[in-house]
């Protein structure tokens, strides 16, 4: 016998919503990625990266990966670049986005909120790990459509160096990715030019 089933079928249903949430990144396509995608990908390179950290909880890791953004079924997502107002209120957004999901679903997410709650605080090391690599994805998949948004929004390369690398922990050497992507985008062109 499955417990709770209608509300499992509910939420199943509900998480399909991740594939209309659309982010400010674009695939080869030129579709934008959408927030089921995101963290597929994420999820993947947990799984690759954690190879050099066996001190991780892998599973818990690609948990985090597959549920970071599930809050944004109901707080879409904030892309900090082109709404700044938006960005204001993504932290209330969240936290309204939890509690909602939490009344509706407290008897089958129980442990899939206290996750969400563990990796919001960053509490732990596989938290950190995953916040980590969700803050190299964009960059690479930037990278990889050779997108010029950073040039159309005058984004140049010493301050998004600035932000990224203020946003990854560095107990896991992750810098060296972002420095790999960040090469191929000045070759490329890809940043605002001031002079």
Not at 16 to 24: C, G, L, T, V
Not at 114 to 141: C, G, M, N, T, W
Not at 147 to 167: A, P
Request: with cysteine; hydrophobic share 40%; aromatic share 14%.
């Amino acid at each position: 016998m499955i417990k709770n089933l209608q509300n499992k079928l509910k939420f199943i249903e509900l998480i399909d919503k991740m594939k209309d949430i659309d982010r400010a990144i674009y695939l080869k396509n030129w579709k934008q990625e959408n927030d089921a995608e995101h963290s597929y990908h994420l999820a993947m390179m947990t799984i690759v990266f954690s190879e050099d950290f066996p001190e991780l909880n892998l599973e818990k890791c690609i948990k985090f990966a597959l549920i970071h953004d599930l809050v944004e079924i109901y707080a879409w997502d904030t892309i900090a670049v082109i709404d700044l107002e938006w960005l204001k209120t993504k932290e209330k957004r969240e936290k309204d986005a939890i509690n909602r999901l939490e009344k509706e679903f407290w008897n089958i997410l129980w442990n899939i909120l206290d996750l969400i709650k563990e990796y919001e605080s960053k509490a732990s090391k596989e938290a950190r790990f995953v916040y980590s690599l969700d803050k190299i994805h964009p960059i690479i998949q930037n990278v990889i459509v050779k997108w010029k948004g950073w040039r159309k929004w005058n984004y140049n390369l010493e301050k998004t160096k600035e932000n990224q690398y203020s946003k990854v922990y560095s107990e896991f050497w992750l810098e060296k990715v972002l420095d790999i992507y960040f090469e191929k985008a000045e070759k490329e062109n890809m940043f605002y030019n001031e002079k």
